[in-house]
Nanobody
């Protein structure tokens, strides 16, 4: 069974930082592109950051220079380091694992609230 489990969300003040984690099981983690998406109430789901099996990263313009995605294949875990957080970053953040021409898996989501 495939499982993606996010953790690390919570309430943080504007300008603060959080690190999200997503632990994967049931897949050959190292060959998957790992993605972080987010969805705010009433908004479309959007891709925040991606990291390929080769380590190439990609970010949404709204988070460039503030967020960093990384992966630890030995731990089957992908991270999203979020710095200089803004209220508009408030959303449920979802972990996604994607293999080209293969399966696409999702975690349950973790809530991030940026508020004073």
């Amino acid at each position: 069974q495939v499982q993606l489990v996010e953790s690390g969300g919570g309430l943080v003040q504007p300008g603060g930082s959080l690190r999200l984690s997503c632990a994967a099981s049931g897949i050959t983690f190292s060959i998957y592109t790992m993605n972080w998406y987010r969805q705010a109430p009433g908004k479309q789901r959007e891709l925040v950051a991606a990291i390929t099996s080769g380590g190439t990263t990609n970010y949404a313009d709204s988070v460039k220079d503030r967020f960093a995605i990384s992966r630890d294949n030995a731990k089957n875990t992908v991270y999203l380091q979020m710095n200089s957080l803004k209220p508009e970053d408030t959303a449920v953040y979802y972990c996604n694992a994607k293999y080209n021409w293969g399966s696409n898996y999702w975690g349950q989501g973790t809530q991030v609230i940026v508020s004073s």
